[in-house]
């Protein structure tokens, strides 16, 4: 088995702020801290950088991509649609502390982000963030689509039901109300948003990706 490749990481906002060499120091700084600001590094110095610069000069930011997939499989599945938005979630643990946003596809400006939530799931996020983005779209009467990673998102929004097995409880409260809302607002909403599933393996990470990984 290959040895996994060690991270560093760097908390701008948490109860400590620094850069330091293991998840677990890493989380312990972002539990239970509000607006907790973080990102992973392949190397100390570029951790130790990052922490002297601004947090938003680096979520987001994702390394060059070279797809593995032949020429003749990148044909076939051809370029991202630019008009349209991408949604994405990110979740530190399962469950854990998680947030989801949309940005537009061309330019990467955010358009929406809700969290981080103290509770919840990487699923519950995207499915969320394509709700979301369904109901964004609608309002500002707008013909563009939605990307997403997820096909468990995708399932969950066409059944209109969020089949999580996540159990509610005080501490998630907040987030179970925001599923509530959810499930009301596809129940009682139609939508002609086309919503496609986001070529990782031709494009590279969804450009509404948090750029942790």
Known sequence: MAKKKKKYYTVWKGHHTGVFESWEDCK????????????????????????????KDYIGKQKKFISTLSEAQLKKIGRPNLNSIAVDAASSGNPGKMEYRGVDTKTKKQLFIQGPFEEGTNNIGEFLAIVHGLAFLKKNNSDRIIYTDSKTAMSWVKKKACNTKLERTDKNKELFNLIDRALIWLNHNQYNTNIVKWETKAWGEIPADFGRK
């Open 28 to 55: 312990a700084q972002i539990k239970d801290f509000q607006g907790a600001q973080y990102k992973s590094f392949d190397t100390f110095e570029a951790a130790k950088k990052a922490h002297k610069g601004n947090y």
